[in-house]
C-alpha cells in the first residue's frame, strides 16, 4: 500500500496554462506539506496544512495555491504556469504538526515549456 | 537565520569507506534534527534524527553527531555500500510549526 501517492507522476505543459497536482495519504495522518525541489535538488516548504486548516505559507506567489477537501488531500493549483515553476514537486505527511518525522511522496516533475 | 548550511556538495568514497556530511544552522530556536536520503527518481525519506540534548546517536550503520555550540551537526556512513550511493541532507527544524529547513544536499557514490 502506498503510503503518500501524488498524480500524475509527470506534467510537461505550455507557460500560462493552469495545472494541479493531487496528493493523497493513507496514513491517518493529521498534517501534509508542499515542497519544492529545483534542479539544484535544494528541497524548500511551500506550505502546510494540518486537519484542512493552513498552518504554513512560505514566500510562493500568488498563483500556487494549495486546496485540502479533507485532511487525507492536499492539492495543488498552479495559475499561469512559468519557465521558473519547472520542478519536482513532492508531498508529504507527517501524524501531527509536532510530530517531526515527515514521509514524502514519490514526487511529481513538472516540466514548464 | 533560516539557513542550513550543508557540505561537501559531493562525495566520492570506496566501499567500506566512512563517509562524513556536515551541516551547519544558526537558528538556536530549532530543536529536531533529521537527516533524509533521495535515490533518485523518488522522495526523501527519513533516515536518522537527533535532539540537542543528546551529542550523539547511531542507528545501525548511520551516526550523527551533534555539537550545540558550535551548531553543527554531522552524519558518519560506516561501512559503506554502493546501496548507499543516494543523495543525502540534513534538515532543522521546530517541533512547534513542524516546518524543516533542508541543506543544499549531498551526493554521495560509494565505488565498489
Known amino acids: 500500500d502506498t503510503a503518500v501517492s501524488q498524480t500524475p507522476k509527470y506534467l510537461v505543459t505550455q507557460m500560462g496554462n493552469d495545472k494541479s497536482i493531487k496528493c493523497e495519504q493513507n496514513?491517518?495522518?493529521?498534517?501534509m506539506y508542499w515542497y519544492k525541489q529545483d534542479s539544484k535538488k535544494f528541497l524548500k516548504i511551500m506550505f502546510s496544512y494540518n486537519n484542512k486548516e493552513l498552518i504554513i505559507n512560505e514566500t510562493v506567489p500568488n498563483r500556487f495555491s494549495p486546496k485540502s477537501p479533507d485532511k487525507a488531500h492536499l492539492n495543488l493549483h498552479i495559475n499561469s504556469l512559468e519557465l521558473g515553476d519547472s520542478a519536482v514537486y513532492f508531498c508529504a505527511s507527517s501524524r501531527a504538526t509536532r510530530e517531526e518525522t515527515q514521509y514524502f511522496g514519490p514526487g511529481t516533475r513538472l516540466l514548464v515549456l | 537565520q533560516q539557513q542550513v548550511k550543508q557540505s561537501p556538495q559531493s562525495l566520492i568514497v570506496q566501499k567500506g569507506g566512512i563517509p562524513i556530511i556536515n551541516c551547519a544552522y544558526e537558528n538556536t530556536a530549532f530543536d529536531y534534527f533529521p537527516w533524509y536520503q533521495q535515490f533518485p527518481g523518488k522522495g526523501p525519506a527519513l533516515l536518522i534524527a537527533?535532539?540537542?540534548?543528546?551529542s550523539e546517536k547511531k542507528e545501525g550503520r548511520f551516526t550523527i553527531s551533534f555539537n550545540k555550540s558550535a551548531k553543527q551537526f554531522s552524519l558518519h556512513i560506516m561501512d559503506s555500500q554502493p546501496g548507499d550511493s543516494a543523495t543525502y541532507f540534513c534538515?532543522?527544524?521546530?517541533?512547534?510549526?513542524?516546518?524543516?529547513?533542508f541543506g543544499q544536499g549531498t551526493t554521495l557514490q560509494v565505488k565498489p
Open positions: 534538515a532543522a527544524g521546530s517541533s512547534n510549526t513542524g516546518k524543516l529547513i
Open positions: 537527533i535532539r540537542p540534548d543528546v
Open positions: 496514513l491517518g495522518h493529521d498534517t
